[in-house]
């Protein structure tokens, strides 16, 4: 079982509000990631990092910034929350290189309502 | 680039029945390859994956075959239970940048 967690696992906020989404995994992973999921359910990566205060944007464009400051820890923040933010967040580690095959290990994530 | 092409759902299907979800990819290397499963309300969890040609992976009775020939890693159940009822990914992993591509996802469901 993958030790990664996130909180709040559910936020509704009205717009403008700044909100921080967390990500925290004990298993000492190099590697960490976010995705963001639309109602389609596909997956878009918005932002990953590979390691401490390495931080590089993902494929898809988001008003989001992420920050990584310490190795298990890998939070999102939202300066203003409009709207078209809405959507599920996923955040995702893997293994540092030596034993990596690519496998990602998710948490739970975190859905955000901007009203 | 990478790309993976997974087959459009929604999937409906009964009790007991075979399953059997499509995914064919696109990658300049040697990729490993996953299937990931994500229930309702809940992230994304690792189904089972291969990391080289011709290896199958297998969890939960779910099968699928590293296809090198045919760019293919299909999803297979034989008999499906309500339980399976999900979003099924497909997944590509290159390992020189360490970012998964996914397929859309193909939801499942099971009826009894």
């Known amino acids: 079982e993958a030790d990664i967690y996130q909180t709040p696992r559910y936020l509704v906020i009205g717009t403008g509000k700044k909100i921080t989404l967390e990500c925290s995994q004990t298993m000492g992973h190099d590697k960490m990631y976010w995705y963001q999921q639309d109602p389609g359910m596909e997956l878009h990566l918005i932002h990953y990092?590979?390691?401490?205060?390495?931080?590089e944007k993902g494929d898809l464009s988001s008003e989001s910034t992420v920050s990584r400051i310490r190795t298990e820890h890998f939070p999102l923040t939202l300066e203003s929350a409009r709207p078209s933010h809405t959507s599920q967040y996923l955040c995702?580690?893997?293994?540092?290189?030596?034993?990596?095959?690519?496998?990602?290990?998710f948490g739970e994530g975190s859905r955000l309502t901007v009203l | 680039g990478n790309s993976v092409t997974q087959m459009e759902g929604p999937v409906t299907l009964s009790e007991e029945a075979f399953l059997t979800i499509n995914c064919t990819y696109t990658a300049t290397g040697y990729p490993s390859l996953f299937w990931y499963v994500q229930y309702p309300g809940e992230g994304l969890q690792l189904l089972l994956k291969a990391t080289k040609a011709d290896d199958k992976g297998s969890n939960k009775g779910f099968e699928a075959t590293y296809r090198k020939e045919t760019t293919s890693f299909h999803l297979e159940k034989g008999s499906v239970q309500v339980s399976d009822s999900a979003v099924y990914f497909c997944?590509?992993?290159?390992?020189?940048?360490?970012?998964?591509?996914f397929g859309a996802g193909t939801t499942v469901t099971v009826r009894a």
């Open positions: 990092s590979y390691g401490v205060n390495s931080t």
């Open positions: 995702a580690s893997s293994e540092s290189t030596g034993g990596n095959t690519g496998e990602l290990f």
């Open positions: 997944a590509l992993s290159d390992l020189d940048d360490y970012k998964l591509s």
